[in-house]
């Protein structure tokens, strides 16, 4: 982490919370955006000079209003902005700001906000690319790449989002109980999406956000208090907790990232595994498996596994298959030839998944796992293929990295075997 590393990943966890408080006060996006925008810069000077505030949040919210209620006073009267040292000067106000901005009041505002870009006026996939760029904080090109889709359609698509919501009037209340079941999926969506970006980072130098997972958690717990007996919002809970479990595994002392056959499960989070499995078990009760509980049972037989050589595959298979009929897509069926591997082979995996190659062409995950099967089967210069144009599409430095080992391995295969044929 560089010297001001600590600064970005608080205003990353913070982004949440403050944008939707911002949200609140303005009632418009571009407004509350430009808002935190400020209040960013602001803290980029101030707290490398005074140290981190108390409540990062709250300083935000206070600093990032105050900035906005002052560039609008000049605005409509020309008035004359007040100094920096002024607004900077937090002592007091932060205790003030700290006091008046309870937990229970500001950090619903997330809950709001998510609800908000789930408004039904707007089609799903611009709600989605709305709350990632305004809860998250995802540039445009992050969010492209999530959705496989060119830059500037994305820019498009975001524009077209906001100017949708200001000409419905869209009110920044909580909705009514109705409006809340209306949006549940999408909300749930969104909040699986937000802990996704956090897990594998889409872009920048981390490759795990965990600010991101820790609040996807914290929303995922809310919505389920908000509907107690829905057993998808337990499936999502279950899901993120049985993910995050494995997060002090996931990356080695280098940064570099550690497969799921390679880590030490002695640094699993039992405590949240726990939680998970009970979550997973009392969902499927309710005779209503979805995606996500599917997910959820999926992340619970790697759980439970005590070492990778006795993962139960032919059930994690069983389970991908009934997550096909219920979500179809290329991304499930790639995972799901992971497990086929593991049960019949490389040679069937790779039959699976050769037919995704048109729709998944700018996926890396696609072309890192199909490297990985044609390195089983020998086939290294096809593989190599695959892993260059893995490396090409890779999100972080450590995806790189991870994939640049593999070439390595060719590398020395092919300088091991090259004498012996020669000779």
């Known amino acids: 982490m560089t010297d001001l590393g600590w600064i970005d990943a608080a205003l990353t966890s913070a982004r949440p919370q403050v944008?939707?408080?911002?949200?609140?006060?303005?009632?418009?996006?571009?407004?509350?955006e430009e808002a935190f925008q400020e209040a960013s810069l602001r803290a980029l000077k101030n707290w490398p000079v005074n140290g981190p505030p108390r409540d990062p949040a709250a300083w935000l919210i206070f600093v990032g209003r105050n900035a906005?209620?002052?560039?609008?006073?000049?605005?409509?009267?020309?008035?004359?902005l007040p100094p920096d040292e002024q607004l900077s000067d937090l002592d007091d106000a932060e205790a003030d700001m700290a006091e008046r901005l309870d937990n229970?009041?500001?950090?619903?505002?997330?809950?709001?906000?998510?609800?908000?870009c789930c408004h039904p006026d707007l089609p799903a996939t611009q709600q989605i690319a709305l709350a990632l760029r305004i809860v998250s904080g995802l540039t445009v090109a992050?969010?492209?790449?999530?959705?496989?889709?060119?830059?500037?359609?994305?820019?498009?698509r975001i524009t077209r989002a906001k100017r949708r919501i200001g000409a419905s009037g869209v009110p920044y209340a909580t909705p009514s109980p109705a409006e809340r079941t209306e949006r549940l999926a999408v909300v749930a969506s969104m909040i699986y999406l937000l802990f996704n970006e956090g897990y594998?980072?889409?872009?920048?130098?981390?490759?795990i956000r965990a600010g991101l997972c820790t609040e996807a958690i914290r929303l995922s717990r809310l919505l389920l208090s908000l509907f107690p007996a829905e057993p998808e919002i337990m499936g999502l809970t279950a899901l993120l907790l049985l993910q995050d479990s494995r997060a002090a595994a996931r990356l080695d002392p280098e940064g570099e990232i550690v497969l799921l056959e390679d880590q030490d499960r002695g640094l699993w989070n039992r405590k949240q595994i726990a939680e998970g499995l009970v979550m997973?078990?009392?969902?499927?009760?309710?005779?209503?498996?979805?995606p996500f509980q599917l997910q959820a049972a999926i992340s619970a037989m790697h759980a439970q596994a005590e070492d990778f050589e006795q993962t139960d595959w032919q059930?994690?298979?069983?389970l991908y298959g009934l997550l096909e009929e219920a979500q179809p897509s290329p991304v499930v069926t790639l995972n799901r030839a992971v497990a086929v591997s593991r049960l019949k082979g490389p040679t069937d995996a790779l039959t699976m998944i050769e037919p995704l190659a048109g729709r998944l062409q700018a996926y890396f995950h696609f072309h890192g796992v199909r490297g990985a099967f044609l390195t089983q089967l020998g086939r290294a210069e096809e593989a190599r293929t695959a892993f260059d144009r893995a490396i090409a599409l890779a999100h972080t430095p450590a995806e790189a990295a991870h994939i640049r080992r593999h070439l390595d391995q060719l590398q020395r295969d092919g300088e091991t075997i090259a004498p012996a044929n020669g000779g």
Not at 201 to 206: L, T
Request: net charge neutral; hydrophobic share 40%.
């Open 19 to 32: 944008m939707g408080a911002l949200l609140r006060y303005f009632r418009d996006l571009d407004q509350a």
């Open 68 to 80: 906005a209620l002052d560039a609008l006073r000049k605005t409509s009267r020309n008035a004359p």
């Open 104 to 116: 229970a009041h500001y950090r619903d505002d997330v809950l709001r906000l998510l609800f908000v």
């Open 142 to 156: 992050e969010i492209a790449r999530a959705f496989l889709v060119s830059d500037a359609a994305m820019e498009q």
């Open 200 to 207: 594998s980072a889409s872009g920048g130098d981390q490759h």
């Open 280 to 290: 997973v078990e009392k969902a499927f009760r309710h005779g209503r498996p979805g």
């Open 315 to 318: 059930e994690i298979d069983r």
